[in-house]
């Protein structure tokens, strides 16, 4: 009896420190962030060149190879990830079946830029970021992350419709479009900081997303007075306020 006893206990023993063992194996979130952010960072880079390449009538040669070669580094570190954490997610991630498919389709999407803009379909290679930028936002939402970089990311869509309306329909049409900014600014004022407290950039961080605030505010009192040129001129402004905490943020 005495025998079987201690068997059952010392079975017991592996059992819980095999368990031990896998969850400590387990990679940190924090790590999986940055090795995200860290590619994210070369899609921004090559992202604002091939959105300047689209505003001009010829391609850029010299450019475009330069944001080829970012989507290549890109592309790199992003198969590095998918190696390290397709079959051994973070905890927050383990109860998501679509994990593994997550990283597959951003594989796709840096693909489809680098397809493209290789043809010289720089717009539609600019497109193709869009799509696997929201990508990102996705994987973070419907997993229960709330980053403020995913705010940002929401309320910069917002504001370059925002400003297309403008164009289209005037005055008017930006104020039915005011209460969706308003609360995505709130979202943005109310995510959690992406820089500790005492980190040089989270000041820095913080004045931007202040300065993003007033201009929003400033935008909805001109469309609120009818103040057309105030309007247009704040929108035009808008995007690169919130891209200023954007690049902070990542």
């Known amino acids: 009896m005495r025998m079987k006893a201690l068997i059952a206990y010392l079975a017991a023993l592996v059992f819980c420190f095999a ?12 790590q999986f962030d940055e090795d995200v952010a860290r590619c994210r960072r070369l899609i921004r880079d090559y992202c604002a060149i091939v959105q300047e390449i689209t505003k001009q009538p010829e391609l850029d040669q010299p450019r475009q190879q330069h944001a080829l070669e970012l989507l290549g580094s890109a592309s790199r570190e992003w198969q590095q990830i998918k190696a390290r954490y397709a079959a051994d997610p973070p905890a927050e991630y383990a109860r998501d079946p679509q994990f593994k498919a997550r990283l597959k389709d951003i594989d796709n999407a840096l693909d489809d830029m680098e397809r493209n803009l290789a043809q010289g379909q ?3 290679s600019f497109q193709a970021c869009g799509f696997g930028c929201g990508l990102f936002v996705k994987m973070h939402q ?3 992350l709330a980053y403020a970089l995913d705010k940002l990311f929401a309320l910069r869509q917002t504001a370059k419709t925002a400003e297309s309306v ?8 930006v104020r039915e479009w005011m209460p969706a900014l308003m609360q ?14 005492g980190d040089e950039r989270s000041q820095a961080y913080r004045d931007a997303v202040l300065e993003l605030s007033r201009a929003i505010d400033d935008l909805a009192l001109a469309a609120s007075d009818g103040d057309a040129d105030q309007v247009s001129a704040g929108l035009q402004a808008l995007v690169a306020r919130v891209n200023k905490p954007y690049t902070l943020a990542l």
């Open 122 to 124: 720089a717009r539609r």
């Open 166 to 173: 403008m164009k289209t329909a005037g005055i008017a049409g």
């Open 184 to 197: 995505q600014r709130d979202e943005v004022l109310l995510a959690p900081a992406p820089w500790p407290e």
């Open 142 to 144: 419907e997993n229960g």
């Open 19 to 30: 368990w031990c063992l896998q969850v400590q194996a387990a990679p940190a979130l924090a």
